[in-house]
């Protein structure tokens, strides 16, 4: 897993996630994220959750972590 800031890291997301209302969809989260200007790597993780209703920050990070340990050909 990518530490820091930059890609696919967990700080990457939630800075791009950042003011973000909840309860939230998955297409919320990918339009917000895209608002705050975030990458491809950013928006491919955000699409690979499975879940599609979060109602914390901490729900999209548990998303995160599952999306993240998938492998790289379930993320496509």
């Not at 491919?44 to 990070?61: C, G, I, N, R, Y």
């Amino acid at each position: 897993m990518t530490r820091g800031l930059g890609g696919r890291s967990p700080d990457n997301v939630t800075h791009h996630l950042k003011g973000v209302g909840f309860p939230a969809s998955k297409r919320d989260l990918i339009q917000h994220a895209r608002e705050n200007g975030a990458e491809s790597a950013v928006l491919e993780v955000l699409e690979a959750f499975s879940e599609d209703k979060f109602e914390t920050m901490a729900d999209v990070m548990k998303a995160y972590g599952e999306a993240d340990q998938a492998p790289e050909r379930e993320r496509r």
